[in-house]
């Protein structure tokens, strides 16, 4: 929004601001015409000063002429007196006082605050008076103040909810992340609040007593040391500048001889309450402090009722859940209700979560809470490329210089799809986007707090299923011999997992419709490819290898519909070569797989080929390599939790029988203990894993269980065996 002249007029009459502030305030440089009416307004602001100070000069001579000429009455009656031997008559109310009486009169003369001045800038005044984002511009913007810079449109949206609460009432809660300003902004809308009389008792609650009491403290010097706020409201300013000079004028100061009845007794828990004035509506307003777990029924202050209630930030830490019950009771029933039946009180709650079901998760649940309507805002509300992320914070580890030469390097492709909350964000210095502010921040602090503080997603925990060597055991298809597919079966797959150093590992797995599956067959073929190698030597090694286990894969006999080989790591590059030739090197088409944390699953990488499906996503990238992402979390987690199924259920597997030892199988398949997980952000989790090696048969049932989810088959008795892109299934 741009000034326009009346605005820059009383910018320059009030002389807070040059030029190069003004454009700040205004987030835009000052146009040419607005450059000219600053020329102009400066002009007429001293020609109509140097016209006031000729005005006083005449007013003080004009006066002390006629100070000379009533003195001269006064000695020409003095001596007509003497001459005649007659006392003059004294004016009506005069005559000697005693001392006592000249005392009174003195001390009254110095408890009164004289005359208010109009405001300094009125039409600026009134501008703001049902504007509440304005006021915070003109009023509370720049060095030295609560604001130091403007909204950004996403904040501009919860200032205009925190004005028309004030206004016309009603229950809101807000959701920010942590820093971003709620609690200055509720600072503003309370000092807005009394300025104008919009409400008459504003009750500021915080965690604390003391949080609250230092935000209403911070408000009440405001309103008598700002200079703009002195100038603009002199009736709200000039009375609490009196006692701020003279505390002991408290009780006394008055009004055109009436008391204003101005108190401070915040020492003592008590409030702060503003000169009430005679003729000055907006005046008299009060603000009380308390903490969110204080006992504060019934509140009543000169028998007024709070009618506005800020609520910032009720939960200062991981609290126990009998104190968070306690919280949320006395807002609920104790907090709200404190307004009086004639004036419906209206409430704001800025909140951002600790702790999943903490008080601002309970409010945020519109059907735990019905009469709060809740927006929430996350500080990246969409990421980047999640590749570029991890590439990032790779340079950041090995140094902050070479990271951030990175970042300016690579920004386009990092920033590419991201959207912030505050596009102002971050340190100039060292930052050159609001998006490494966030990506900065994340580095920092860890995954856990950053989605819980700055995205609104408190870690929750879940309990998780632990798979043991005897219940795989136990899941043994008696009389069924290797190389058997399950009864029904419309997908066989093979899984191969690469470990350079020591083996490949290979399991078979058969589904039906209903995902029941069935382990038809595994194998570890030892390799060794040292790691020392140079990459062409290394890659030459796995490629060879892997033909070699094709063509052994292929021998069983069984008909694969898929084989899936993983392809993390060094391996990438030969995997993703030997795939293409695979059919002719060893009659399996190969598919290279990726397995991606839970944490850093993203369905929509930049280098997906379609759509993601069933927690995988195919990829391709500029060197024309492709291979299939998948959620390997996800993936583990499922084909661990299926051997819990009764055997020939949906979604069960099951071992082949013919005699064989399965306890290297089963003890691979459980190595791995699914201890938890915590929610971070954006649907993603992040899981805690209990690892022991060796767990390739594990890594080859979860990539098995892929497979099958990449082309549709999740055991919902529907299968689509070619998933829409032309790639062909291959039955041998």
Not at 47 to 63: D, F, M, T
Not at 75 to 95: C, D, M, V
Not at 222 to 231: N, R
Not at 657 to 663: E, M
């Given at each position: 929004m741009l000034?326009?002249?009346?605005?820059?007029?009383?910018?320059?009459?009030?002389?807070?601001?040059?030029?190069?502030?003004?454009?700040?305030?205004?987030?835009?440089?000052?146009?040419?015409?607005?450059?000219?009416?600053?020329?102009?307004?400066?002009?007429?602001?001293?020609?109509?000063?140097?016209?006031?100070?000729?005005?006083?000069?005449?007013?003080?001579?004009?006066?002390?002429?006629?100070?000379?000429?009533?003195?001269?009455?006064?000695?020409?009656?003095?001596?007509?007196?003497?001459?005649?031997?007659?006392?003059?008559?004294?004016?009506?109310?005069?005559?000697?006082?005693?001392?006592?009486?000249?005392?009174?009169?003195?001390?009254?003369?110095?408890?009164?605050?004289?005359?208010?001045?109009?405001?300094?800038?009125?039409?600026?005044?009134?501008?703001c008076r049902y504007d509440l984002p304005l006021f915070g511009r003109l009023y509370c913007t720049g060095a030295h103040k609560m604001l130091h810079r403007a909204p950004s449109p996403r904040m501009l949206e919860f200032v205009l909810t925190l004005q028309d609460t004030i206004l016309n009432g009603g229950n809101r809660h807000v959701r920010w992340p942590r820093g971003k300003g709620k609690t200055t902004w509720?600072?503003?809308?309370?000092?807005?609040?009394?300025?104008?009389?919009?409400?008459?008792?504003?009750?500021?609650?915080?965690?604390?007593?003391?949080?609250?009491?230092?935000?209403?403290?911070?408000?009440?010097?405001?309103?008598?040391?700002?200079?703009?706020?002195?100038?603009?409201?002199?009736?709200?300013?000039?009375?609490?500048?009196?006692?701020?000079?003279?505390?002991?004028?408290?009780?006394?100061?008055?009004?055109?001889?009436?008391?204003?009845?101005?108190?401070?007794?915040?020492?003592?828990?008590?409030?702060?309450?503003?000169?009430?004035?005679?003729?000055?509506?907006?005046?008299?307003?009060?603000?009380?402090?308390?903490?969110?777990?204080?006992?504060?029924?019934?509140?009543?202050?000169?028998?007024?009722?709070?009618?506005?209630?800020?609520?910032?930030?009720?939960?200062?830490?991981?609290?126990?859940?009998?104190?968070?019950?306690?919280?949320?009771?006395?807002?609920?029933?104790?907090?709200?209700?404190?307004?009086?039946?004639?004036?419906?009180?209206?409430?704001?709650?800025?909140?951002?979560?600790?702790?999943?079901?903490?008080?601002?998760?309970?409010?945020?649940?519109?059907?735990?809470?019905?009469?709060?309507?809740t927006t929430t805002e996350r500080l990246v509300v969409s990421w980047g490329p999640e590749e570029w992320k991890e590439r990032y914070f790779a340079e950041k580890r090995i140094g902050d210089e070479r990271g951030r030469a990175f970042y300016a390097e690579h920004r386009e492709d990092i920033e590419r799809g991201a959207e912030m909350f505050d596009p102002g964000d971050g340190d100039r210095r060292t930052q050159v986007s609001a998006y490494q502010f966030a990506l900065d921040k994340l580095f920092e602090i860890g995954e856990m707090a950053f989605f819980s503080e700055y995205q609104m997603r408190p870690p929750a925990s879940a309990f998780a299923f632990v798979l043991t060597q005897r219940l795989v055991l136990s899941r043994i298809r008696r009389g069924v011999p290797p190389n058997m597919p399950v009864p029904n079966a419309v997908l066989t797959v093979a899984a191969t997992d690469i470990n350079p150093g020591y083996a490949l590992s290979t399991s078979v797995y058969s589904f039906d419709l209903s995902l029941c599956g069935l382990v038809m067959a595994y194998r570890a073929a030892p390799v060794r490819i040292p790691d020392a190698l140079n990459d062409v030597e290394f890659e030459s090694r796995v490629f060879d290898a892997l033909a070699e286990h094709g063509r052994e894969i292929a021998s069983l006999g069984i008909k694969l519909d898929l084989w899936g080989v993983d392809a993390g790591g060094r391996q990438f590059k030969a995997v993703t070569r030997f795939a293409p030739q695979s059919a002719q090197l060893c009659a399996l088409a190969a598919t290279p797989m990726l397995g991606r944390a839970g944490k850093n699953w993203n369905p929509n990488v930049k280098s997906r080929i379609r759509a993601a499906l069933n927690d995988t996503v195919r990829c391709r990238d500029a060197q024309h390599r492709e291979w299939l992402a998948f959620n390997a979390d996800v993936y583990k987690e499922r084909y661990q939790k299926a051997w819990g199924a009764e055997i020939g259920a949906p979604?069960?597997?099951?071992?082949?029988?013919?005699?064989?030892?399965?306890?290297?199988?089963?003890?691979?398949?459980?190595?791995?203990k699914l201890k938890g997980k915590q929610a971070l952000g954006d649907d993603r989790w992040k899981y805690i894993w209990e690892s022991n090696d060796p767990h390739d048969f594990l890594d080859t049932g979860a990539m098995a269980l892929a497979l099958a989810g990449s082309v549709g088959l999740t055991g919902d008795g529907t299968y689509q065996a070619d998933d829409g892109g032309g790639d062909e299934v291959v039955f041998l």
């Open positions: 000034f326009d002249r009346e605005t820059i007029y009383g910018i320059v009459k009030a002389r807070s601001y040059n030029k190069r502030q003004a454009a700040l305030m205004q987030d835009a440089p000052l146009t040419d015409e607005q450059l000219r009416w600053w020329d102009e307004a400066d002009i007429l602001y001293k020609a109509e000063r140097e016209a006031a100070r000729l005005e006083k000069a005449k007013a003080a001579q004009a006066a002390a002429r006629e100070r000379r000429a009533a003195e001269q009455a006064a000695a020409e009656r003095n001596l007509a007196a003497q001459l005649t031997g007659t006392a003059w008559p004294a004016a009506e109310g005069s005559g000697p006082m005693s001392d006592l009486e000249r005392q009174r009169k003195h001390r009254a003369a110095g408890r009164d605050i004289g005359e208010i001045p109009p405001p300094r800038h009125r039409r600026i005044r009134e501008r509720l600072k503003v809308a309370a000092e807005w609040c009394l300025c104008y009389g919009h409400r008459s008792f504003i009750l500021f609650i915080s965690a604390s007593k003391n949080m609250s009491e230092a935000a209403a403290k911070e408000i009440w010097e405001t309103l008598s040391e700002d200079p703009m706020i002195a100038a603009d409201f002199p009736e709200i300013a000039i009375p609490l500048a009196d006692v701020a000079l003279t505390p002991q004028r408290t009780r006394h100061q008055t009004y055109h001889g009436r008391r204003t009845g101005i108190e401070d007794t915040s020492a003592r828990g008590g409030h702060r309450r503003l000169a009430q004035l005679d003729g000055y509506p907006n005046t008299g307003g009060i603000l009380a402090a308390r903490g969110a777990d204080q006992r504060i029924r019934g509140l009543n202050i000169k028998s007024r009722r709070p009618d506005f209630i800020f609520i910032d930030d009720p939960q200062t830490g991981a609290e126990t859940e009998g104190v968070l019950n306690k919280i949320e009771a006395n807002i609920q029933n104790v907090i709200l209700n404190l307004g009086s039946s004639d004036v419906r009180t209206a409430a704001v709650m800025a909140s951002t979560p600790v702790r999943l079901n903490d008080i601002s998760e309970r409010f945020a649940d519109p059907e735990r809470n019905p009469a709060w309507r979604g069960s597997l099951s071992l082949f029988d013919g005699g064989a030892d399965h306890s290297q199988f089963a003890l691979q398949v459980s190595n791995e």
